[in-house]
């Protein structure tokens, strides 16, 4: 980077202050991490937009640091965002600071200069396309009341009420074992949009639960029905994708197989979203290209997680390429690249795959035929 151009980042960009972190602790921001210092006091030259700012504290006993904790925070022009370690609770405490304090900061910048970490420009390019549709909309909407993303979940003990004559007593809820059974603390799970356990609508046949069963244009027309655009999906995708990779947080991950899998069931609505649908093939493309490749077979229960989802969806974009050739053609050059890199066989489908029929009271299932033909976004 230029001397201009460096000199211009650091009058333009936002800055982050961060006061007394410990030495060792593990700090990131977006595809970077760090350890700090003994002179480490924030970042500098921060781009505008959103970013995921995380951290490890030390382990005060040794060995590796704490469980990580994240939180999204969209950075103004020139802002600047002073917070401090809380050594109690062993993290990042946002302080509030009058406008003649924010100044005498700023007027203070240079002198500071050797303590800021530069935010790493060479991975901007990389981060945008991660995050591009995570508006500010679905920022607010889908972040914990707390405002962190947690790996660990912080649990209490499940309460119920029973009333007796005199008054109401509360009591932990215990398991056949006598353990209290433990719930995530409300108000730290991140607001992820609520996936309908029924494929089908109230009063289904069991033919009308079956057809559904194989196809997720119920489901989905219902999620984007309350979304304010349908790219909300892709910025929620890409919200849980962010928070499982960088964040840790495995919920996060839950979600986002559950997004994609009904985004790549989609048949009988694919043609009223075709805007949407080559919006995601490059998202899921991005996503790919920044995870190693055995990702898929070491966490997901079946290695066949996505390539049977990505075959039912360039089967189903087959069937509809009278309504896109745009789409038609990015399927296939996106198919044809994860075959040559992964070498992932669409045309293979396991026996277990067969069609089912799905009768009165059981869950959405998923019976697809994956056949197709494949190129690059």
């Given at each position: 980077?230029?001397?201009?151009?460096?000199?211009?980042?650091?009058?333009?960009?936002?800055?982050?202050?961060?006061?007394?972190?410990?030495?060792?602790?593990?700090?990131?921001?977006?595809?970077?991490?760090?350890?700090?210092?003994?002179?480490?006091?924030?970042?500098?030259?921060?781009p505008p937009g959103l970013?995921?700012?995380?951290?490890?504290?030390?382990?005060?006993?040794?060995?590796?640091?704490?469980?990580?904790?994240?939180?999204?925070?969209?950075?103004?022009?020139?802002?600047?965002?002073?917070?401090?370690?809380?050594?109690?609770?062993?993290?990042?405490?946002?302080?509030?600071?009058?406008?003649?304090?924010?100044?005498?900061?700023?007027?203070?910048?240079?002198?500071?200069?050797?303590?800021?970490?530069?935010?790493?420009?060479?991975?901007?390019?990389?981060?945008?396309?991660?995050?591009?549709?995570?508006?500010?909309?679905?920022?607010?909407?889908?972040?914990?009341?707390?405002?962190?993303?947690?790996?660990?979940?912080?649990?209490?003990?499940?309460?119920?009420?029973?009333?007796?004559?005199?008054?109401?007593?509360?009591?932990?809820?215990?398991?056949?074992?006598?353990?209290?059974?433990?719930?995530?603390?409300?108000?730290?799970?991140?607001?992820?949009?609520?996936?309908?356990?029924?494929?089908?609508?109230?009063?289904?046949?069991?033919?009308?639960?079956?057809?559904?069963?194989?196809?997720?244009?119920?489901?989905?027309?219902?999620?984007?029905?309350?979304?304010?655009?349908?790219?909300?999906?892709?910025?929620?995708?890409?919200?849980?994708?962010?928070?499982?990779?960088?964040?840790?947080?495995?919920?996060?991950?839950?979600?986002?197989?559950?997004?994609?899998?009904?985004?790549?069931?989609?048949?009988?609505?694919?043609?009223?979203?075709?805007?949407?649908?080559?919006?995601?093939?490059?998202?899921v493309y991005h996503q790919?290209?920044?995870?190693?490749?055995?990702?898929?077979?070491?966490?997901?229960?079946?290695?066949?997680?996505?390539?049977?989802?990505?075959?039912?969806?360039?089967?189903?974009?087959?069937?509809?390429?009278?309504?896109?050739?745009?789409?038609?053609?990015?399927?296939?050059?996106?198919?044809?690249?994860?075959?040559?890199?992964?070498?992932?066989?669409?045309?293979?489908?396991?026996?277990?795959?067969?069609?089912?029929?799905?009768?009165?009271?059981?869950?959405?299932?998923?019976?697809?035929?994956?056949?197709?033909?494949?190129?690059?976004?």
């Amino acid at each position: 980077m230029d001397q201009d151009t460096a000199v211009k980042l650091f009058e333009e960009g936002a800055f982050l202050i961060l006061l007394n972190v410990p030495q060792g602790t593990e700090f990131g921001m977006d595809w970077n991490s760090w350890l700090t210092g003994p002179l480490f006091k924030g970042v500098k030259m921060i781009p505008p937009g959103l970013h995921f700012v995380f951290y490890s504290a030390v382990n005060k006993h040794g060995g590796s640091n704490s469980p990580r904790t994240g939180f999204y925070r969209d950075f103004k022009l020139r802002e600047i965002i002073v917070a401090e370690w809380d050594s109690a609770m062993e993290e990042i405490s946002f302080l509030t600071k009058s406008e003649q304090e924010i100044a005498a900061i700023r007027a203070s910048l240079k002198d500071m200069d050797k303590n800021l970490a530069p935010y790493p420009y060479d991975t901007l390019k990389k981060w945008i396309s991660l995050t591009d549709k995570i508006t500010s909309g679905v920022s607010e909407k889908l972040n914990p009341d707390c405002g962190k993303i947690l790996s660990v979940p912080e649990l209490i003990p499940q309460v119920s009420s029973s009333t007796n004559v005199d008054n109401t007593k509360r009591q932990n809820n215990v398991d056949d074992q006598g353990l209290p059974i433990l719930e995530t603390k409300p108000g730290t799970e991140i607001n992820f949009t609520k996936i309908p356990k029924k494929w089908y609508p109230d009063g289904a046949s069991p033919g009308e639960m079956s057809l559904h069963s194989m196809d997720s244009s119920y489901v989905m027309d219902r999620i984007i029905n309350d979304l304010s655009q349908p790219d909300d999906m892709l910025g929620e995708l890409q919200y849980a994708f962010i928070s499982f990779v960088l964040g840790q947080a495995l919920d996060a991950f839950e979600q986002w197989k559950n997004i994609v899998h009904i985004l790549c069931s989609c048949d009988k609505s694919l043609s009223k979203y075709l805007t949407l649908y080559e919006n995601f093939l490059t998202v899921v493309y991005h996503q790919i290209n920044e995870i190693p490749k055995d990702f898929f077979v070491d966490i997901v229960t079946s290695n066949n997680f996505l390539v049977g989802a990505l075959s039912t969806l360039f089967g189903n974009i087959e069937g509809a390429k009278s309504d896109s050739a745009s789409l038609h053609s990015r399927s296939k050059q996106f198919k044809k690249y994860l075959t040559k890199k992964f070498k992932w066989d669409f045309d293979c489908e396991p026996d277990d795959w067969a069609p089912v029929v799905v009768s009165m009271g059981w869950g959405p299932r998923t019976s697809f035929r994956g056949f197709l033909e494949g190129k690059l976004l």
